[in-house]
């Protein structure tokens, strides 16, 4: 295996037996050798020389994740992983094009090389390039012991893969039969010429309890490869906060920095407000706001901001069930700032569709951008060698419009856009086999009408977008989901915007008011899009257009 111009080979593995190692070394030289854990993964890492030709020898070791890193221009170039043959086999640079190419992956949402990803975290724009840095398990595609994986962009399109940069503590690592946590998730607040990174570490016992420890950390970085040691920033949670006390996201407010995180507050899902003028000391002031409806757990990752004239929070309903069986659903909040409290006015779902979670936003040149975590909460995931679990919505423009969050794919999305499928008026579509299954649909109805959208068929698996009496909803059939109502809030349907990738639609209902995310494991890489309406001479426009991979 050659390695170019990087300078780091890092593996993560885990000894099968006590004295398990990684070897590696340089053709004719002298190799280097690191022992594993045998109870957990260790993230090692070996000095390579560049233009070199290594061999690794991993045969006593299991090893989820390997890659080159390390040279100049990391932003640029990003990771080169390394596969192996078969485990223990051989190690050679992996062949990008064929290991996405799934009908399990999306081919133009983010996803992370293999394995678990959830949240975003620490978005951020930064001296030119986007920064995404997310809620990472390398080892498989469940979740577990959280690291933070990190990617950058210049267009919020196309991504390259940095190392990982953050890992669980060790003494998890020594005992991860009775410890679990890492690094949960935070946010990153973008400066000049430094960013500064807030982010959670939890440990305790595998079911959470009040030996649950949540602590807030503080870490640096100026050029976003190289970080500063991680500093505790808070130890202790308030007195009437639960033992959820997390995912920290800091925002500036008339000249004020204020922190919010996850908890709850005599058994009601809470948004912490902590204030400070350092950006290093904090100190507590009171909930945000408090959600009254019942069974949530906590409000996992969030956000606080000023949008339009307006402020508005947004957070994840832990545990909690609403009335349509939707598991976990997001909630956002539109209101005034008053006595450091959001006095809400209106409030609504951030995503009707059941599969987006922990979405997290930030600011960069007068847009308020947001990115959510296509999350997968009733058991339809699909586990393929190589997969993913996990992908990134994409990147939405967030507004406030008539007491609603309104949230549109940032513009950027439209250089993905290709060859044009159908374009017509007043018909009924019906484009049975479209190869790749990657494709965005537009759609303006002159006036409301009942329709139905095939947008996914897999034997007797079914996912339609739905309008009808009942009103819009995505539907599925024959899965998990079946008989769960994803019903979007809006009167009349004018508009819609439907981005179809393989295993994740997307759905945007008129011109941002409401968006939907279901995620439907096809097994082919064909799709299809077959348009219903009961009145077809109110279809004004249709268009139907191929996307590109990224
Ligand atoms: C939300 C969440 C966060 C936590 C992280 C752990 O999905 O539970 O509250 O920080 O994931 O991975």
């Known amino acids: 295996m050659y390695t170019g111009q990087y300078t780091c080979i890092e593996i993560f593995a885990k000894a099968k037996e006590d004295g398990g190692k990684v070897r590696v070394a340089c053709a004719g030289k002298a190799g280097m050798e690191k ?30 994740l390997c890659y080159l890193s390390g040279n100049e221009r990391m932003l640029e170039t990003g990771v080169k992983y390394l596969e192996q043959e078969k485990p223990g086999g051989t190690y050679f640079v992996a062949d990008e094009e064929k290991h996405y190419d799934s009908p399990f992956r999306e081919t133009y949402h983010f996803t992370p090389w293999k394995n678990w990803m959830n949240d975003p975290n620490g978005l951020c724009w930064f001296q030119g390039h986007y920064h995404m840095f997310y809620q990472f398990n390398p ?4 979740w577990s012991n959280m690291y933070w994986g990190h990617a950058a962009s210049k267009d919020l399109i196309h991504w390259v893969h940095l190392p990982v940069v953050l890992a669980p503590q060790e003494e998890i690592l020594d005992k991860p039969d009775e ?14 010429d430094e960013v500064v990174f807030y982010f959670t570490r939890h440990i305790g016992p595998h079911k959470d309890c009040e030996e649950t420890q949540q602590q807030q950390w503080m870490m640096k970085s100026k050029d976003l490869i190289h970080f500063t040691e991680e500093e505790c920033i808070l130890k202790e949670r308030p007195k009437e906060a639960s033992f959820d006390f997390r995912d920290p996201k800091v925002v500036e407010i008339d000249g004020n920095w204020y922190m919010v995180l996850a908890s709850a507050v005599k058994g009601k899902g809470a948004i912490l407000l902590y204030g400070s003028k350092d950006m ?85 040149g007068g847009r ?31 507004h406030i419009k008539n007491r609603k969050l309104y949230m549109k794919p940032v513009e950027e999305v439209a250089l993905l856009k290709g060859r044009t499928l159908y374009q017509g008026a007043k018909e009924n579509v019906s484009l049975e086999r479209i190869k790749g299954n990657a494709y965005q649909a537009k759609i303006h109805f002159l006036e409301d009408t009942r329709f139905s959208i095939l947008l996914g068929k897999d034997g007797e698996k079914e996912i339609s977008l739905v309008n009808d009496e009942n009103g819009l909803r995505i539907a599925t059939k024959g899965v998990k989901s079946q008989g769960i109502r994803f019903a979007a809030d809006v009167d009349a349907v004018a508009d819609l915007e439907i981005y179809m990738d393989r295993r994740a639609v997307e759905v945007y209902v008129n011109d941002g008011e409401a968006a939907g995310t279901k995620l439907f494991y096809n097994s082919s890489k064909e799709g299809c899009f077959l348009l219903n309406a009961e009145k077809p001479e109110n279809i004004g426009e249709a268009e139907v257009s191929l996307m590109k991979k990224i």
């Open 139 to 142: 080892h498989g595609q469940k």
């Open 368 to 398: 308020r951008i947001s990115i959510g975590w296509i999350s997968d909460f009733y058991g339809e995931h699909v586990e393929r060698e190589n997969g993913a679990y996990g992908s990134m919505t994409l990147p939405r423009q967030l």
């Open 179 to 192: 410890l679990v946590g890492g690094a949960y998730s935070g946010c990153a607040v973008a400066g000049e």
């Open 35 to 64: 022992e594993a854990k045998t109870t957990y993964y260790t993230w090692l890492k070996f000095p390579v020389e560049m233009d070199a030709e290594y061999e690794i020898d991993s045969k006593t070791c299991d090893v989820t």
């Open 280 to 364: 290093e000391h904090w100190s507590y002031i009171h909930p945000l706001l408090t959600e009254g409806s019942e069974g949530i757990r906590c409000f996992e990752c969030p956000d606080f901001m000023e949008l339009d004239g307006k402020y508005l929070a947004m957070g994840a309903w832990m545990d909690h069930h609403d009335e349509h069986g939707r598991f976990q659903m997001s909630r956002y909040y539109i209101g005034a700032w008053k006595e450091r409290k959001l006095e809400v006015e209106s409030s609504g779902w951030f995503d009707f569709g059941g599969n987006c979670y922990a979405m997290q936003s930030f600011e960069q």
